[in-house]
């Protein structure tokens, strides 16, 4: 991967879907009741979602029902990037997330489950579920968003890192741990939350060995020349 085309998106979007959903009586036997399609609800946290002053290492999310986590080290995401894997469990109706590195001062943390998170039974997906606290006394709330596309025949590039500096060398990349992540779907989208205000080099990574900076002769690398600048503006939406 050569280059990497991005389209970068800052701005807060909000989707209203109305779901129309008829039912009607018929005569038959029982098949052994109602088949779920609910998926599972947060119902509560330790620390709090977006909580702010946190210091301790040790995370609960609890459920509204019993729950399973599918791959957690390729399907949830922490941001800033740990270079020593948390400790990820679910036990019955929670998760919970024990963090190895120490956590930074004046920083938003986000860990984006994706679809890792389902019902125990059924395996109703929650899909995209991003939990958020701030070790200092604000939480940044920004995004860039875009796409990472294979050069030569423009196809959707899945499962790369795509990481934020705010060191502007063309040379961070080798040297430092991206400083935001995100990785990309089927789609080739990428989604990166909890940015701070600055301006930032933003790179796509195909990381072999799990230390968020180029550091294998066979890592795909993608970039892009500008340099991102997320802002925002007030805004209403009917």
């Known amino acids: 991967m050569a280059a990497m085309r991005n389209t970068m998106l800052v701005a807060a979007c909000a989707y209203v879907i109305a779901v129309l959903v008829a039912s009607c009586a018929r005569m038959g036997n029982p098949d052994g009741g109602w088949y779920d399609e609910v998926p599972p609800k947060v119902v509560g946290a330790t620390p709090g979602e977006r909580a702010t002053k946190v210091n301790q290492q040790k995370l609960e999310i609890r459920f509204s029902e019993y729950i399973k986590v599918d791959n957690p080290t390729e399907n949830i995401i922490f941001c800033p990037p740990q270079l020593e894997m948390p400790e990820i469990k679910a036990t019955g109706k929670s998760v919970k997330i024990e963090l190895k590195d120490t956590l930074k001062p004046n920083t938003t943390y986000t860990i984006d489950f994706s679809n890792a998170i389902s019902d125990n039974n059924e ?12 070790t200092g006394e604000q939480i940044d709330t920004l995004e860039v968003s875009g796409y990472v596309l294979e050069a030569e025949t423009l196809e959707p590039v899945k499962g790369s890192l795509v990481g934020l500096y ?16 995100g990785r990309t779907d089927g789609d080739g989208q990428f989604r990166i939350r909890g940015i701070a205000p600055g301006k930032y080099r933003i790179f796509s990574l195909m990381d072999s060995d799990g ?5 294998q002769r066979g890592e795909m690398l993608g970039y892009s020349h500008d340099i991102i600048v997320p802002t925002c503006k007030p805004d209403i939406y009917q």
Do not use: W
């Open 123 to 134: 395996g109703n997906p929650m899909g995209n579920y991003t939990y958020v606290f701030s």
């Open 166 to 181: 705010s060191n502007l060398e063309d040379s961070a990349f080798t040297t430092q741990p991206m400083l935001r992540v």
């Open 211 to 215: 230390d968020y900076k180029l550091s």
